[in-house]
């Protein structure tokens, strides 16, 4: 079956330590993006990606890094930098960036401070 | 500023009611609006979505209504199943690029008792 699939479903980091998270998508689609939920908050966007080998900087890019080296596949790393991790984060695909299209999400990863 | 909000944190129904989740945008330039339907420890699940040209849309037991006047989106989900329990985002797209840039709210709960 199509769809995004996420890894790990949870994750624990360490203090110093940076931590990746993996999303992988079969929909074909171009537009990729990650977003980190908190509670009793909406989501946020931490990075998008139009097209392989092009990302752009969110509303909360600061902490995080991303790649888009494959069309299906949109690594997100928390750094050392990030000092509030703890979240849920969401992977996110559409067809395509433009403005009428849905977004699909992945089931999420949940990362913890040990 | 802008922003996506809802009236309504949590609502609760009796199984074969009808629900009708609301919700407020504040940028009159969105284009484009989605409802997600997300389950506990899920990613969010696309339900319907409707572009700011059309007022209502329908789908399988579900209907988006859009009120440009007063800025105001709705879903009604007709004769409410258990299955339908969970919590429900409405997203506005303010991007002004051409690229898609989602705001999402912050969730409704809607629980449904048999």
């Known amino acids: 079956d199509g769809g995004i699939t996420q890894s790990p479903k949870y994750l624990f980091r360490k203090e110093g330590q940076n931590v990746t998270l993996s999303c992988e998508q079969n929909l074909n689609h171009d537009a990729m993006y990650w977003y980190r939920q908190d509670p009793g908050q909406g989501l946020r966007l931490i990075y998008y990606?139009?097209?392989?080998?092009?990302?752009q900087k969110g509303d909360i890019a600061e902490g995080y890094s991303v790649s888009r080296e494959k069309k299906e596949s949109f690594p997100l790393t928390v750094t050392s930098a990030q000092k509030n991790p703890t979240a849920f984060y969401l992977c996110?695909?559409?067809?395509?960036?433009?403005?009428?299209?849905?977004?699909?999400f992945g089931d999420g990863t949940r990362l913890s401070i040990l | 500023g802008e922003s996506v909000g809802l009236h309504l944190p949590t609502l609760s129904v009796q199984e074969g009611d009808n629900s009708i989740i609301n919700c407020a945008y504040s940028n009159s330039a969105s284009d484009y609006f989605i409802w997600y339907k997300q389950e506990s420890g899920k990613g969010p699940q696309f339900i319907i979505d409707i572009r700011s040209n059309m007022d209502k849309r329908q789908g399988q037991r579900v209907t988006v209504l859009l009120n440009k006047t007063v800025k105001h989106l709705s879903l009604q989900i007709a004769a409410t199943q258990p299955g339908d329990s969970a919590v429900y985002f409405c997203a506005e797209n303010k991007g002004n690029t051409g690229f898609q840039k989602l705001v999402f709210g912050t969730g409704t709960r809607l629980l449904v008792s048999p």
């Open positions: 990606s139009q097209i392989v080998n092009d990302f």
């Open positions: 996110a695909s559409s067809i395509s960036g433009l403005s009428n299209q849905p977004q699909h």
